[in-house]
Nanobody
Framework: QVQLVESGGGLVQAGGSLRLSCVASGRTFNSDAMGWFRQAPGKEREFVAGITWIGGTTYGTDSMKGRFTISRDHAKGTMYLQMNSLKPEDTAVYSC?????????????????WGQGTQVTVSS
């Protein structure tokens, strides 16, 4: 069984920064693609960023490039999302996900395991 646990969310003013962490345990992730998603109230779940666990190849979205950076630490079994220059529209529950595929997908249905999510609130 795979467990993903996020942390690092909170309340921050616009322009501020947060770093989210996702600790993965329960199996070997050497062949997995992982991603961060977010969901705001009344909206669909949205892809934020993804990374391949072995090569560390990263994927993001145009709206978040230059502000959000995804990374992972093999030794710690942890994936990170560094978020800078936060805006009120970034307010959402952020969740990490793991896929048994080696391909990073923007589709939430491609992911097999999910964390419980962490709330990020950006005040104006």
């Amino acid at each position: 069984q795979v467990q993903l646990v996020e942390s690092g969310g909170g309340l921050v003013q616009a322009g501020g920064s947060l770093r989210l962490s996702c600790v993965a345990s329960g199996r070997t992730f050497n062949s997995d693609a992982m991603g961060w998603f977010r969901q705001a109230p009344g909206k669909e779940r949205e892809f934020v960023a993804g990374i391949t666990w072995i090569g560390g190849t990263t994927y993001g979205t145009d709206s978040m490039k230059g502000r959000f950076t995804i990374s992972r630490d093999h030794a710690k079994g942890t994936m990170y999302l560094q978020m800078n220059s936060l805006k009120p529209e970034d307010t959402a529950v952020y969740s990490c996900a793991s896929s048994r595929s080696v391909v990073v997908s923007t589709n939430p249905s491609a992911y097999d395991y999910w964390g419980q999510g962490t709330q990020v609130t950006v005040s104006s």
